[in-house]
């Protein structure tokens, strides 16, 4: 099982970001996507989530407007988009399939967002 993460780097604020998380070893389709994040000296937390074939999403209330989650079960991969985004977006994001008790986590990509 392998999910990896691309597309961080380091953005103003404002600015715009698009993640991705190519998943492989697993029937893909068959697992809710999330994505996490975790700023240095705090816990872990859900960003957004979509269910396994796309048709609902879940955003916390900070990313609410700014950030979509969608996803290509034809190409195994997770997206993030992040928009009009702010310091305290600034995180390592990480990809996350779940299905009942399978738990499955990405390595995570670096997001820096400052002037």
């Known amino acids: 099982v392998q999910l990896v993460e691309s597309g961080g780097g380091l953005v103003q604020p404002g600015g715009s970001l698009r993640l991705s998380c190519a998943a492989s070893?697993?029937?893909?389709?068959?697992?809710?996507m999330s994505w996490y994040r975790q700023a240095p000296g705090k816990e872990r937390e859900l960003v957004a989530r979509?269910?396994?074939?796309?048709?609902?999403?879940y955003y916390a209330d900070s990313m609410k407007g700014r950030f979509t989650i969608s996803r290509d079960n034809a190409k195994n991969t997770v997206y993030l988009q992040m928009n009009s985004l702010k310091p305290e977006d600034t995180a390592v994001y990480y990809c996350?399939?779940?299905?009942?008790?399978?738990?499955?986590w990405g390595q995570g990509t670096q997001v820096t967002v400052s002037s």
């Open positions: 070893g697993f029937t893909f389709s068959r697992y809710a």
């Open positions: 979509i269910t396994s074939a796309g048709d609902n999403t």
């Open positions: 996350n399939a779940r299905r009942s008790s399978l738990d499955y």
